[in-house]
């Protein structure tokens, strides 16, 4: 059975965040990242925004509703031409829950790849020729609705239990690598008895529960639609077998040998959730580093010789 966040009623420490779910403010730059907003907000969103903020109230319930799939619903974008190697010398297979995955090499020790919100597997190509280098056999993982795979709606939970479907069709883990929103699946997979050895999380929000409530507050959703909100979040997570727990908790029950890099110039994820992650994982330790920000931090080479050298 896998983890999920807390989605339960919101705590004293979220009262001011509901409380400006109703006014105008600019949108979280983590939510940004999660969730493939621009720094300049399409008009289309500003409409969402305007229509939450008046329909909510009259109808809390609807706009709840309508909010949770936009919450869930990726959109796609073609990888970049530095990514094209890593399709170019792997091979695609599908898992039964109809994600891509990407494979290459052949070595005894398998690393998985995990991508974040609206990204693809082929963003960590700068990491496959060092890992092959150390005979590691790779498989990067297109997460549902995104990449190469099918679905139209995802959530950490669903790369999480892609993660275990992954396993299942390679066999146990030696590592597994994640970025941004797949940080915090890693955890959730490893939380619910992925075997792995060793995890490395870059980028990742120290809490997915955060995460949801910065969403209803970029989008304008009144004290009530954002109740209503968390609520179905919370019952769909549920309903799905997954524990009522956010990332932090699940962290105190890890065991597994980890790494967590985190930017210190990172605008989208700040790098006060790497050190709250790394203090809370037993055993976890922190790699800062500056200057790579949020995605360019997958091609730095110091990074990457960091990570391969952990994994080894």
Do not use: C, K
């Given at each position: 059975?896998?983890s ?16 400006s779910?109703s ?8 939510w940004r ?8 907000m ?6 969402i925004?305007?229509a939450?903020?008046?329909?909510g109230r009259?109808a ?8 949770q ?15 094209l ?8 297979s599908r ?8 494979t290459?090499?052949?070595g ?8 974040g919100w ?38 950490p939970?669903r ?13 146990p883990?030696h ?18 008895g ?10 990742s ?11 209803a ?16 979040m ?18 105190r ?17 700040p ?18 580093v ?10 730095d080479?110091?990074?990457i010789e ?7």
């Amino acid at each position: 059975m896998l983890s999920a966040p807390q989605f339960g009623n919101p705590h004293a420490d979220d009262a001011t965040a509901l409380a400006s779910a109703s006014r105008p403010v600019e949108m979280p730059l983590a939510w940004r990242a999660f969730f493939g907003v621009p720094d300049s907000m399409p008009a289309s969103l500003r409409i969402i925004q305007r229509a939450n903020r008046t329909l909510g109230r009259v109808a809390p319930r609807t706009v709840a509703r309508l909010n949770q799939r936009l919450f869930a619903s990726p959109r796609r974008f073609a990888p970049r031409e530095w990514e094209l190697a890593f399709e170019s010398i792997g091979t695609r297979s599908r898992l039964p829950n109809g994600a891509s995955v990407l494979t290459v090499g052949a070595g005894a020790r398998t690393v998985a790849l995990i991508h974040g919100w609206e990204g693809r597997a082929t963003q960590f190509a700068a990491f496959v020729p060092p890992l092959l280098a150390h005979g590691f056999r790779v498989i990067g993982i297109d997460g549902p609705a995104h990449g190469h795979s099918r679905g139209a709606q995802a959530d950490p939970y669903r790369f999480a239990e892609t993660l275990h479907e992954a396993s299942a069709r390679f066999g146990p883990l030696h590592g597994v690598i994640g970025h941004s929103m797949g940080g915090g699946s890693a955890v959730i997979a490893l939380a619910a008895g992925l075997d792995a050895a060793r995890a490395v999380i870059i980028a990742s929000p120290a809490s997915l529960h955060e995460v949801l409530h910065r969403f209803a507050t970029a989008m304008h959703l009144p004290p009530g639609a954002t109740t209503h909100f968390v609520e179905r979040m919370r019952a769909q997570v549920l309903a799905r077998g997954h524990r009522d727990v956010d990332v932090l908790a699940l962290l105190r029950e890890l065991r597994t040998s980890a790494l967590v890099v985190h930017a210190r110039d990172d605008r989208d994820v700040p790098f006060g959730d790497g050190q709250r992650i790394a203090e809370t994982w037993t055993g976890a330790r922190l790699l800062p580093v500056d200057g790579v920000g949020h995605r360019r931090i997958l091609r730095d080479p110091s990074v990457i010789e960091q990570v391969v050298a952990f994994l080894a």
